[in-house]
């Protein structure tokens, strides 16, 4: 079966601007995650979710960050108002159950100029 | 928070060399995971282990958790096993999502 994708996977934005960055998840995997990689850097947690649930969203950085998965399935994660400081590699995984090994979708680069 | 070190940062290595890559935490966790992030810049999962050994192929993961620390070992090394290698814990009290090392840059130079 196919692994997890993301679309778009390139986006270049003006400042000011409001993006979704969409993750489809492998089909049947329960808890998909959301992550943030620097460009030089390690990734860094922002939310995850548990069927439709959104479990921890701890590691959103402010407020103009938020995330859905209203049907347990894909999740999109949308970024208002995007500041130059959002640009980066936002990276979504899944799995088949909470604590199980995630697989990684190829990431969406955003770009903000 | 768990605070994920891992050592070395970068490691150049001849072609045929065995390889080894530090990881410690700071707080108990259920599993620790060993990530690979390609130069073309996709992440694959390679290990989740919560106790002991396991071996994929040239790659061998150990953990100790009473020392809360992990390696990643590759025996003969090979070129295109040049990559950054990541290894990543859960934060503890709770939460799931991942927290990650910085990565180790491995070079294997034929």
């Known amino acids: 079966g196919a692994g997890v994708s993301q679309s778009p996977r390139y986006k270049v934005t003006k400042r000011g601007q409001d993006v979704a960055l969409r993750c489809d998840p492998i089909?049947?995997?329960?808890?998909l995650y959301w992550y943030r990689q620097a460009l030089g850097q390690g990734p860094e947690f922002l939310t995850y979710?548990?069927?439709?649930?959104?479990?921890?969203k701890s590691g959103l950085p402010n407020d103009r960050f938020s995330a859905e998965r209203p049907e347990g399935s894909i999740s999109t994660l949308t970024i208002q108002r995007t500041e130059q400081r959002d640009s980066a590699m936002y990276r979504c995984?899944?799995?088949?159950?909470?604590?199980?090994?995630?697989?990684f979708g190829p990431g969406t680069r955003l770009t903000v100029l | 928070k768990n605070e994920v070190e891992q050592s070395p940062q970068n490691l150049t290595a001849q072609e045929g060399e065995f390889i080894t890559i530090n990881c410690s935490y700071s707080?108990?966790?259920?599993?620790l995971h060993w990530l690979q992030q390609h130069p073309g810049g996709g992440i694959v999962s390679l290990f989740m282990?919560?106790?002991g050994k396991k071996k994929h192929g040239r790659l061998i993961a150990t953990i100790n958790i009473q020392e809360k620390h992990s390696s990643l070992h590759i025996t003969a090394s090979h070129p295109r096993d040049s990559a950054v290698y990541i290894c990543?814990?859960?934060?503890?009290?709770?939460?799931?999502?991942?927290?990650f090392g910085k990565g180790t840059h491995l070079i294997i130079q034929p």
């Open positions: 282990l919560s106790s």
């Open positions: 089909s049947g995997h329960v808890s």
């Open positions: 979710f548990n069927y439709e649930a959104q479990q921890d």
């Open positions: 995984a899944s799995s088949l159950r909470i604590y199980n090994e995630q697989f």
């Open positions: 707080v108990g966790i259920s599993a």
């Open positions: 990543a814990a859960p934060p503890g009290g709770g939460a799931d999502g991942l927290t």
